[in-house]
């Protein structure tokens, strides 16, 4: 793996360096266009008070004809130096993409599988897509995939979509009157699910009257009277702090101690409470499952390649024997760790379909393959305490 990243460092160098040079070159191009032009500005500028000052009837000198076609011919010239350098750095652009492709060769082919979206699973990756595509609203792009894939959704598939995408567009607009009904419809499951989006909204709603000014001070008390009282036992701290804020109406909220409340960024934050609530209300991940494979599977093709070419180097290539398994580990980063996973504690191998944990009669757990390699006939002795068992006792377990 060293040299496969020595390798790696190396390539990434090359393609660096003629990315320098390109950069230079428009750097050098640019200030030299720049200082051409503001000299032909200047002259012409100086050429044309200069004729601002004689009257209509005056006629040219010769030499002061000849001074005019001069500067017309000095802006065809550096119009056509432009034109040439334009076409110059196009060469150059060009030779960064052929750096890349000289230096990174991937070959795709060797990490994928012939058949892989076949039959059932064919029809299931196009129903993720088409939700990947709901969920982004494009419900006609949606709609026009499933017709032409022959996939019959339920009616009711794409309204949860539909809905959400709605309340997100006038949050967008920061219009809350959407995502206030929606919130009281689904109360009680906000509320067991320690969701906080109802008082965020009407939180909202009563800064946008306070922020409008002191005209609007009455019709923001009365609004709080009528809308906190039931966020008081959850939410005091904060609403003692919303009051405290009306102190300072009259005399504007700018250079006021509440001033932080009236961050634009509370906007953003609330399209993501609530596309997070209301997923959860749902039973939907916030993110995407498209986007998420699309992300881990970008991260985790260099290191693919890599080792694919470590194998085919060494013609080892049928390691690899197209299970639904990788020949290396590949950690993808915090971001994608979604579930537990167990690694027996005897082996230290992770545990699979083929060799599933397995729970003793002491509590203990291993590994189906440790489980039989520590079985002796109809006796097994727990590797962490003194305890006996039958192997057969052992139950599988799933996290």
């Known amino acids: ?41 200047e002259f012409i500028k100086a050429l044309k008070q200069q004729f601002e000052e004689v ?5 040219l000198t010769p030499n002061q004809a000849s001074i005019l076609c001069d500067a017309v011919s000095q802006v065809r010239e550096t119009v056509s130096r432009a034109a040439t350098d334009h076409r110059d750095l196009h060469s150059s652009v060009s030779k960064v993409g052929k750096a890349i492709d000289r230096n990174f060769n991937p070959d795709f082919g060797a990490i994928t599988r012939d058949g892989l979206f076949s039959g059932e699973r ?20 949606g709609d026009g995939l499933c017709k032409e894939a022959g996939l019959e959704l339920d009616g009711t598939y794409k309204e949860p979509f539909v809905e959400l995408h709605r309340i997100l567009e006038a949050l967008k607009q920061q219009d809350l009157t959407p995502a206030l009904d929606w919130s009281a419809d689904n109360r ?18 009563f800064l946008n009257l306070v922020k409008k000014g002191r005209w609007y001070q009455s019709a923001a008390i009365t609004y709080a009277r009528q809308n906190f009282s039931q966020f008081v036992k959850r939410h005091e701290r904060e609403v003692q702090t919303l009051m405290g804020c009306l102190l300072y109406v009259p005399a504007g909220m700018e250079g006021s101690p509440y001033a932080h409340l009236f961050d ?23 993110d995407s499952p498209l ?34 398994e990788l020949p290396i580990e590949i950690d993808l980063g915090k971001e994608f760790h979604y579930h537990s996973v167990f690694a027996c504690p005897i082996l230290r191998q992770q545990a699979s379909e083929s060799n599933p944990p397995m729970r003793l009669m002491c509590g203990h757990v291993i ?10 006939g109809n006796k097994l002795k727990c590797p962490y305490c003194p305890g006996e068992q039958n192997p057969n006792e052992a139950r599988l377990i799933t996290f």
């Open 55 to 59: 009257s209509d009837e005056y006629e």
């Open 188 to 205: 009680d499951a906000l509320i067991a699910q320690g969701s906080s989006l109802e008082f965020k909204l009407h939180r909202l709603a």
């Open 291 to 324: 986007a998420v494979c699309f992300s881990a599977g970008c991260t985790a093709l260099p290191a693919l390649l890599n080792i694919c070419q470590v194998m085919q180097a060494r013609q080892v290539s049928s390691i690899w024997n197209g299970k639904d």
């Open 122 to 141: 064919a029809k299931i990756l196009t129903q993720v897509v088409c939700q990947h595509l709901y969920r982004q609203g494009m419900l006609d792009i």
């Open 367 to 376: 590994s189906r393959d440790a489980l039989h390699k520590l079985a002796s």
């Open 264 to 286: 634009n960024g509370l906007w953003d934050d609330i399209q993501d409470t609530f596309t997070r609530d209301a997923c959860a209300r749902l039973g939907l991940s916030v």
């Open 1 to 41: 793996m060293a040299g496969i990243k020595i390798k790696m460092t190396d390539s990434c160098d090359a393609v660096e360096r003629e990315l320098d040079k390109v950069l230079q070159k428009f750097g050098c191009v640019s200030e030299h266009f720049n200082r051409t032009i503001d000299k032909q500005i």
